[in-house]
């Protein structure tokens, strides 16, 4: 399969996201929502709080950004807004994302094919490598993600380490895979998050305590992902 082909039928697995109104049914679980995020963010704020000192000359570029919600984080951190950088394929999200993130950079297309002379020193992606099924586009992703990172970059990952049984158009990674993708890195710290959902939308404000006391429950993966070795 080439990496065209791959990057529609991305396309076409969001569409169907969008068609099957998921986004309709997460607005009922708020809870659920808030906790996961927050967990994530608290994360994602304490690998970058123990590596940079001053995060406002410091570069984040966010692929699969979306509306550019999970960018606001780092804006919220001290990253000035011409510091932010937001890629998505979806050409259609392009006035949300302008909209979102004034005075940040918007950067269409497919991440993997990015023509930027820029590095970063924080890469984020949430939820995007568990869309891609091809192997080997994967692979030629992560290392593109390396490749633009500066000498002291972050990638900042959150996704599902299971198949979903419901929905064919997500393939987990684990521990094992992660390692792979990224096996040029210079380290990986991998921690397990988010409560299951179909639990944690059920249990309401009662996640957090759940989520501490049951990680074995937990379906996601949070990780840093230092720059290459040398």
């Known amino acids: 399969m080439t990496a065209p082909d791959e990057v529609s039928r991305v396309k076409e697995r969001y569409a169907r996201r969008r068609a099957s109104h998921v986004a309709e049914a997460q607005a009922r679980y708020f809870h659920f929502d808030y906790f996961a995020d927050a967990e994530r963010d608290l994360r994602f704020a304490e690998f970058v709080r123990r590596r940079f000192d001053d995060l406002g000359p410091r570069r984040v570029l966010e692929i699969g950004a979306g509306s550019g919600r999970n960018l606001l984080l780092f804006r919220k951190l001290g990253v000035r807004w011409e510091n932010l950088y937001a890629n998505e394929l979806l050409e259609e999200r392009e006035d949300e994302l302008r909209y979102n993130l004034p005075g940040g950079h918007v950067l269409l297309g497919d991440a993997s094919a990015l023509a930027v002379?820029?590095?970063?020193?924080?890469i984020v992606q949430s939820t995007v490598f568990t869309s891609i099924l091809d192997d080997e586009f994967k692979?030629?992703?992560a290392r593109k993600l390396l490749s633009l990172l500066t000498e002291d970059g972050v990638i900042l990952w959150y996704d599902f380490k299971f198949d979903n049984p419901s929905n064919p158009d997500v393939k987990g990674i684990g521990r094992r895979e992660l390692r792979r993708l990224f096996a040029d890195a210079?380290?990986?710290?991998?921690?397990?998050a988010t409560l299951a959902p179909p639990i944690g939308r059920r249990v309401g404000a009662w996640?957090?305590?759940l989520n501490t006391f049951a990680p074995f429950l937990r379906t996601h993966l949070v990780a840093e992902v230092s720059s290459v070795t040398n």
């Open 207 to 209: 996640y957090g305590v």
């Open 117 to 122: 002379s820029t590095r970063f020193d924080i």
């Open 139 to 141: 692979q030629k992703l």
């Open 186 to 192: 210079a380290s990986i710290d991998i921690r397990s």
